[in-house]
């Protein structure tokens, strides 16, 4: 079995700054790429930012200069660092991973539970 938890949603001013992270657990021989999501009321899931194994990164037009991604230090987590937050902003933040799980064969796409981002004043 894999895991993943995120953490650090809240609510925040518009012009704010929030911090994301996600860690990875269980039976995990490596990953392949780690992403964010993001989900509106009303609107269909749209994939925000990626990291890939090598470190290579991409970002939805919409959070290009204001969003960030990285690895953490810690093995298997990745962090979402959100600045200059819009209210446009407000979804619950999925975090996602394609992975390859000891013992299997395949790469395995796993999906965290969620954590809300309200933008707010």
């Not at 657990?25 to 925000?48: D, T």
Request: glycine fraction near 12%; charged fraction near 15%; include cysteine.
């Amino acid at each position: 079995q894999v895991q993943l938890v995120e953490s650090g949603g809240d609510l925040v001013q518009p012009g704010g700054s929030l911090r994301l992270s996600c860690a990875a657990s269980g039976s995990i021989s490596s990953i392949n790429s780690m992403a964010w999501y993001r989900q509106a009321p009303g609107k269909e899931r749209e994939l925000v930012t990626r990291i890939l194994s090598g470190g290579s990164t991409n970002y939805a037009d919409s959070v290009k200069g204001r969003f960030s991604i990285a690895r953490g230090n810690a093995k298997n987590t990745v962090y979402l660092q959100m600045n200059s937050l819009k209210p446009e902003d407000t979804a619950i933040y999925y975090c996602n991973a394609d992975l390859y799980m000891l013992g299997f064969i395949g790469i395995r796409n796993t999906w965290g539970q969620g954590t809300q981002v309200t933008v707010s004043s």
